[in-house]
């Protein structure tokens, strides 16, 4: 019986990847960069200092990460305090859901907690969550399970009675070590093969994983 429900942020309760990745695409091709989607992709779920890494990898060791980490992130919050957060098709169903089974909902997010902070203000959904465990709250990102298993400690609920809520590959790794329902709904990365056995709902958006899950 699901006693807890853990979600991650950027790509499932939120369209903020595509925001992300439209900013690095401009800054990139301003730049001279030759960047694409596939290198953006390579990005997705990890926390900066692996980010830092394969853009070192792939631009040279020289490449200004952190100027560009920086300016990204201004034109981020501009674009959102002008448009609001684009939420993902669900998110605002599947958190009712889930307040009214009774379950302890958390958030497991890579992203800093000053961010996590301002886009759960901004889109209105703070009052959801009981606990936030954010990227400076563990030592290992996903798809370490250390994420997840705080969440679930955080939440007093045992990590098989949770389900973990997940858009990218490293993500359900992740949740899939800490021993959590699975629950994917792929943004830009489809499940690989390796991944499908470690995935126990494949949804396609989260009111399908609410109704499948809580019917």
């Given amino acids: ?3 807890g429900a853990i ?6 309760l939120f369209d903020t990847e595509r925001l992300v990745y439209e900013n690095w695409q401009a ?3 301003k730049a001279g960069y030759a960047y694409s989607i596939e290198d953006f992709k390579q990005t997705v779920g990890k926390r900066k200092l692996e980010v830092q890494n394969f853009y070192f990898s792939r631009f040279g060791a020289d490449f200004p990460y952190w100027e560009f980490a920086d300016r ?4 981020y919050k501009k674009r959102v305090l002008t448009e609001g957060i684009p939420m993902k098709k669900g998110a605002a169903y599947i958190l009712e859901r889930c307040r009214k089974k009774g379950l302890k909902i958390a958030l497991a997010t890579s992203t800093s907690r000053k961010t996590t902070e301002f886009n759960l203000r901004l889109a209105g959904i703070s009052r959801y969550f009981d606990v936030l465990v954010c990227g400076e709250d563990v030592k290992n990102g996903k798809p370490h399970p250390e994420v997840f298993l ?7 609920v045992p990590p098989e009675e949770c389900a973990a809520f997940e858009d990218s590959i490293n993500g359900i790794k992740s949740a899939h070590a800490a021993g959590n329902v699975t629950v994917m709904v792929p943004d830009f990365l489809q499940p690989t ?3 499908r056995p470690m995935i126990d709902f494949l949804c396609a ?6 109704d499948r899950l809580f019917s």
């Avoid at 979600?7 to 499932?12: E, I």
């Avoid at 705080?150 to 939440?155: H, I, S």
């Fill in 1 to 3: 019986m699901l006693k």
């Fill in 7 to 12: 979600f991650d942020m950027d790509g499932l």
């Fill in 27 to 29: 800054m990139m091709d």
């Fill in 72 to 75: 990204g992130r201004e034109r």
């Fill in 150 to 156: 705080t969440a679930a400690e955080r939440l007093g």
């Fill in 193 to 195: 093969e390796e991944l």
């Fill in 205 to 210: 958006d989260l009111n399908e994983a609410a």
